[in-house]
Nanobody
Framework: VQLVESGGGLVQAGGSLRLSCAAS????????MGWYRQAPGKQRELVAR???????NYADSVKGRFTISRDNAKNTVHLQMNSLKPEDTAVYYC????????????WGQGTQVTVSS
């Protein structure tokens, strides 16, 4: 399985960015895709996650500002980030999780998001 991310960059506080991730390879159609982020000196944390059935969950810090969506036919997931804050600055990683006998986790290479004040 490969995950390819796009859409990171530099934006001013209050601005918007849209991240995209495309998954390819052999995977279960029942899965969850999500975005995690890791800021310097901090642990990687969940930002948002969406299942193939459309169930979503968000970190409290991004609720109301970020929206996750997916296209099951294309195996893609998107993260629309609005009202960005400097504390959103991090490397954002796409994640794919599904269970075939055991839990399987796959990660993208990461994309940098920098929000200037």
């Amino acid at each position: 399985v490969q995950l390819v991310e796009s859409g990171g960059g530099l934006v001013q506080a209050g601005g918007s960015l849209r991240l995209s991730c495309a998954a390819s390879g052999s995977m279960s159609s029942t899965n969850a895709m999500g975005w995690y982020r890791q800021a310097p000196g901090k642990q990687r944390e969940l930002v948002a996650r969406i299942t193939s059935g459309g169930n979503t969950n968000y970190a409290d810090s991004v609720k109301g500002r970020f929206t996750i969506s997916r296209d099951n036919a294309k195996n893609t997931v998107h993260l629309q980030m609005n009202s960005l804050k400097p504390e959103d600055t991090a490397v954002y990683y796409c994640n794919l999780n599904f269970r075939v006998l055991v839990d399987r986790n796959y990660w993208g290479q990461g994309t940098q998001v920098t929000v200037s004040s």
